[in-house]
Each structure stands twice: as structure tokens, then as C-alpha cells.
């Protein structure tokens, strides 16, 4: 297999990995209508706020190309584009890349109802029709060179953040450095830095994206510039994403990495950020108020408390279709509150005799099925605990008073 890949679209033709099948089993399922992109978000069955987005907008393209034209005028045709996007928009809550990705795709199509020329209804519809499927596609191609400019804006955040070592470095441990001239200084001799670690949440791949992804997209670029020591996941309780998705694609990828549980990273940062040299956390983001406070997977704000008390970075990738300018703090934000059996029960392969059976997979209780729960899936991380907001646009600059300011790198949105 080439490179990971949650979606795999050809005009017509839209197919999506099934994700509660992983690690064990890569099975797509085709996807064809608005009812199966909805059932396909809300299972889970892919995930992740930019992928969420795309398989809805395709969804919606690959009714639109299968419509035949002349039954109905450009008028209903809107009408019809506003109703399904309408539906897809009560899939998942939190994420606002979905939200977004509809306002785009019904201006779109609004656009090229008005500026349509036929006076002919058929090639009226036909234009519209086409400028639906060619902007879904657009949110598709864009988010891959979202994701790698995330990546290499975040690897050099990072980068900035450490001082050369001029101290002489043990041969045992020269393959924990690397030597590169300090930035902005080209053509001064070079100087060694230590390698840093990561840990990150949850997923935010090529799984959660249409590739690259966009918190595990700045450790792919670490490591793809050799500035990457080590990175550390958390299994992301309880949907375990961390251990059923990013261990996956850590390992896929050849990235030194090691999973922990979420209750283990306050300990990893206690024993393990000087030898190490842990520097951050990274995670990403399924909303960025106008404030800079972030919803992301549940989990996510005790990390960035835990990061802040240990002196690790806390950073947000966050293409520019996760922020919600129009929320103007995390308290705004509306949580998806998902269902008992996530934290009562769990799915996987069958063991035996320490081998896994990819073949045979079962469901299995692990807490008293009469235990009430309480599942928000998201929480929200306030803009104080955050060291930087990395987009496709470069680092969220900060205002005098030292607060995020979008206005930068989204005048468009402000
Ligand atoms: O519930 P999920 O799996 O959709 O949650 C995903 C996350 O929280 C991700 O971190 C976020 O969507 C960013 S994906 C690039």
C-alpha cells in the first residue's frame, strides 16, 4: 500500500476505509448517498474534522453527478443542494470544518445559479450541478496541502524554540542531535541541536484527513527533517483512537514511538521530559473560537494543564477551516455527548496464544453494563493554556494584550 488513505474519490465514486475496523482489517466501504455519508459520520466510521467535512461534501457530488437533468429547474436544484447539506450538517456536532465546508458549498452553488447565462433550464442545472462537484473536489484537494504546510510551519515552530548544544555530544548519543545552520543565519557555520520529543492525542492524520493530517502532520515533518527524537501517543480513552489509529499509522510510517495511557502522561513529563527532551504536545483541533480557546478530542485540556505545570509546549494544529470565527469563545462551543457502550464496552481482534486473529473480532464488556456514564466526546482547552495556533497560514499571531488575533492570516473571515 502506498500512502494511508481515509477517502478515495474518483469523479462518481466515493469510497471511505472503514475505521472501526482498524488496525486489523482495511475494508472500504462505497459510499454513494447522503444517507450512507450520514450514517458513515455519526458511526465513527470515519472520523476526524476535516475528514468528516470532504466525506460529506462528496457524498452530496456523487448524487449530484448520478442526477440526471431536466425534471426540475436551477430553482429546485438549490433547493435540493440546501436540503441534503442541511441533513449531512446534523451528522456530527462539534467539528466546524463541516459547518464551513457547507456555507462554502452553498455559496458555490448559489454563485453559479446567478451567473449562469442559459436561458436553457437543462444547461442551467448542468452549470450548477458542476460547480457543486468541482468545489467539493477543491475541499478535497485543498486540505492535503493544508495538512503538509501545517506540518512544516509546526516543525519549525518547534525547531525555533530550542538553542544549539555546544557542549561536545557523546558518540552513543550522536544520533540524538542533528546539525543545521540556526534560522535566519544560512551561511554561517552550522550548529547541533538536540532532537526533541512529542506527545500527541488522540488522531489527526492521514485518517482524520485527506492525508498528511495535521497535529500528526507536524510529527511527520519532524521526523521527515530529522529534527524528531521520539514521539509518544496516548491510547485516547474512550474511543482509542490514539492506540487503534495514531499507533497504527506511527508504526506504518517507521516513526519511533511509544503508546501510553491517558492517565500516564503527567508521569511521562515527570520522568521522561529531560532525557527525552520532551517539548510538546500537539494535538489538533474540531473547533477554534474567535478566542483561541479549542475544542478537540476529550482528553485534550488536561494534557495542555499537565504541559503547562511541566514547562512543555502546548500547541493546536488547526487548518483554517477549524476555526469559528463567529464563536467568540470556547464556552459557545455545543459538545457531542456520544453513547454508554463507548466507555462500557470494547471491540477489537480476538487474541490467542499472543497472536492476534485479524479474521475474528468481538465486542466485550468492561464495566458493569448498569453503570451510568457520562461521555462528552469533546472538551475545551481555554487560549491561556496554548503556546501556539499553527494553520496553513503560519503561527496565529497574538495581539498587544498577548491574545490570539485571527485577523492576520483570515482578513477574508474577520
Ligand atoms: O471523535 P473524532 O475521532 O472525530 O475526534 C477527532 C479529533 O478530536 C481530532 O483531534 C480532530 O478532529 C482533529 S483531526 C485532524
Same mark, same amino acid.
Given at each position: 500500500?502506498?500512502?494511508?488513505?481515509?477517502? =478515495?474519490?474518483?469523479?462518481?465514486?466515493?469510497?471511505?476505509?472503514? *475505521?472501526?475496523?482498524?488496525?486489523?482489517?482495511?475494508?472500504?466501504?462505497?459510499?454513494?448517498?447522503?444517507?450512507?455519508?450520514?450514517?458513515?459520520?455519526?458511526?465513527?466510521?470515519?472520523?476526524?474534522?476535516?475528514?468528516?467535512?470532504?466525506?460529506?461534501?462528496?457524498?452530496?457530488?456523487?448524487?449530484?453527478?448520478?442526477?440526471?437533468?431536466?425534471?426540475?429547474?436551477?430553482?429546485?436544484?438549490?433547493?435540493?443542494?440546501?436540503?441534503?447539506?442541511?441533513?449531512?450538517?446534523? @451528522?456530527?456536532?462539534?467539528?466546524?470544518?463541516?459547518?464551513?465546508?457547507?456555507?462554502?458549498? =452553498?455559496? =458555490?452553488?448559489?454563485?453559479?445559479?446567478?451567473?449562469?447565462?442559459?436561458?436553457?433550464?437543462?444547461?442551467?442545472?448542468?452549470?450548477?450541478? *458542476?460547480?457543486?462537484?468541482?468545489?467539493?473536489?477543491?475541499?478535497?484537494?485543498?486540505?492535503?496541502?493544508?495538512?503538509?504546510?501545517?506540518?512544516?510551519?509546526?516543525?519549525?515552530?518547534?525547531?525555533?524554540?530550542?538553542?544549539? /548544544?555546544?557542549?561536545?555530544?557523546?558518540?552513543?548519543? *550522536?544520533?540524538?542531535?542533528?546539525?543545521?545552520?540556526?534560522?535566519?543565519?544560512?551561511?554561517?557555520?552550522?550548529?547541533?541541536?538536540?532532537?526533541?520529543?512529542?506527545?500527541?492525542?488522540?488522531?489527526?492524520?492521514?485518517?482524520?484527513?485527506?492525508?498528511?493530517?495535521?497535529?500528526?502532520?507536524?510529527?511527520?515533518?519532524?521526523?521527515?527533517?530529522?529534527?524528531?527524537?521520539?514521539?509518544?501517543?496516548?491510547?485516547?480513552?474512550?474511543?482509542? &483512537?490514539?492506540?487503534?489509529?495514531?499507533?497504527?499509522?506511527?508504526?506504518?510510517?517507521?516513526?519511533?514511538?511509544?503508546?501510553?495511557?491517558?492517565?500516564?502522561?503527567?508521569?511521562?513529563?515527570?520522568?521522561?521530559?529531560?532525557?527525552?527532551?520532551? @517539548?510538546?504536545?500537539? /494535538?489538533?483541533?474540531?473547533?477554534?473560537?474567535?478566542?483561541?480557546?479549542?475544542?478537540?478530542?476529550?482528553?485534550?485540556?488536561?494534557?495542555?494543564?499537565?504541559?503547562?505545570?511541566?514547562?512543555?509546549?502546548?500547541?493546536?494544529?488547526?487548518?483554517?477551516?477549524?476555526?469559528?470565527?463567529?464563536?467568540?469563545?470556547?464556552?459557545?462551543?455545543?459538545?457531542?455527548?456520544?453513547? =454508554?457502550?463507548?466507555?462500557? &464496552?470494547?471491540?477489537?481482534?480476538?487474541?490467542?496464544?499472543?497472536?492476534?486473529?485479524?479474521?475474528?473480532?468481538?465486542? /466485550?464488556?468492561?464495566?458493569? *453494563?448498569?453503570?451510568?456514564?457520562?461521555?462528552?466526546?469533546?472538551?475545551?482547552?481555554?487560549?491561556?493554556?496554548?503556546?501556539?495556533?499553527?494553520?496553513?497560514?503560519?503561527?496565529?499571531?497574538?495581539? @498587544?494584550?498577548?491574545?490570539?488575533?485571527? &485577523?492576520?492570516?483570515?482578513?477574508?473571515?474577520?
Amino acid at each position: 500500500m502506498a500512502g494511508l488513505e481515509a477517502i =478515495k474519490y474518483e469523479r462518481g465514486k466515493l469510497e471511505v476505509l472503514d *475505521q472501526l475496523r482498524l488496525p486489523h482489517e482495511f475494508v472500504y466501504d462505497k459510499v454513494s448517498t447522503c444517507e450512507e455519508a450520514f450514517d458513515c459520520i455519526k458511526a465513527m466510521r470515519v472520523r476526524g474534522a476535516p475528514a468528516i467535512a470532504i466525506v460529506a461534501a462528496l457524498a452530496l457530488a456523487v448524487e449530484l453527478f448520478d442526477k440526471k437533468d431536466g425534471a426540475y429547474s436551477k430553482e429546485e436544484l438549490i433547493r435540493f443542494i440546501d436540503s441534503r447539506l442541511d441533513y449531512l450538517q446534523g @451528522s456530527r456536532p462539534t467539528a466546524v470544518d463541516l459547518s464551513n465546508a457547507i456555507k462554502l458549498l =452553498k455559496g =458555490k452553488s448559489r454563485g453559479a445559479a446567478s451567473v449562469s447565462t442559459s436561458s436553457e433550464p437543462i444547461a442551467a442545472c448542468t452549470e450548477v450541478r *458542476q460547480a457543486y462537484i468541482e468545489a467539493a473536489e477543491k475541499i478535497l484537494d485543498d486540505d492535503l496541502s493544508t495538512n503538509l504546510a501545517i506540518g512544516r510551519y509546526g516543525a519549525e515552530y518547534l525547531r525555533r524554540q530550542h538553542s544549539p /548544544v555546544d557542549a561536545p555530544i557523546d558518540e552513543a548519543d *550522536q544520533l540524538r542531535y542533528y546539525t543545521t545552520s540556526p534560522p535566519g543565519t544560512q551561511g554561517l557555520p552550522p550548529r547541533t541541536y538536540r532532537k526533541l520529543s512529542v506527545l500527541t492525542h488522540c488522531n489527526t492524520g492521514s485518517l482524520a484527513t485527506s492525508g498528511h493530517g495535521t497535529a500528526l502532520g507536524i510529527i511527520r515533518s519532524l521526523h521527515k527533517m530529522n529534527y524528531l527524537d521520539h514521539a509518544f501517543c496516548t491510547e485516547t480513552r474512550p474511543y482509542n &483512537q490514539g492506540s487503534r489509529l495514531t499507533a497504527f499509522e506511527l508504526v506504518y510510517e517507521k516513526i519511533p514511538a511509544t503508546l501510553i495511557t491517558d492517565s500516564m502522561a503527567g508521569a511521562l513529563f515527570a520522568r521522561k521530559k529531560a532525557e527525552m527532551n520532551i @517539548s510538546a504536545v500537539i /494535538v489538533g483541533a474540531d473547533r477554534v473560537a474567535r478566542n483561541g480557546d479549542t475544542a478537540n478530542k476529550i482528553g485534550t485540556y488536561s494534557l495542555a494543564v499537565l504541559a503547562k505545570a511541566h514547562g512543555v509546549k502546548f500547541v493546536v494544529a488547526a487548518p483554517t477551516t477549524s476555526v469559528d470565527l463567529e464563536t467568540v469563545s470556547g464556552a459557545h462551543i455545543k459538545i457531542e455527548n456520544r453513547a =454508554k457502550h463507548e466507555l462500557t &464496552q470494547i471491540s477489537g481482534a480476538i487474541v490467542e496464544n499472543g497472536k492476534v486473529d485479524t479474521g475474528r473480532t468481538a465486542r /466485550v464488556a468492561i464495566a458493569d *453494563q448498569r453503570i451510568d456514564v457520562w461521555n462528552p466526546s469533546f472538551d475545551v482547552t481555554p487560549a491561556e493554556y496554548i503556546d501556539a495556533i499553527i494553520t496553513e497560514k503560519g503561527e496565529v499571531v497574538r495581539d @498587544s494584550k498577548g491574545r490570539f488575533n485571527f &485577523q492576520a492570516i483570515m482578513p477574508e473571515r474577520w
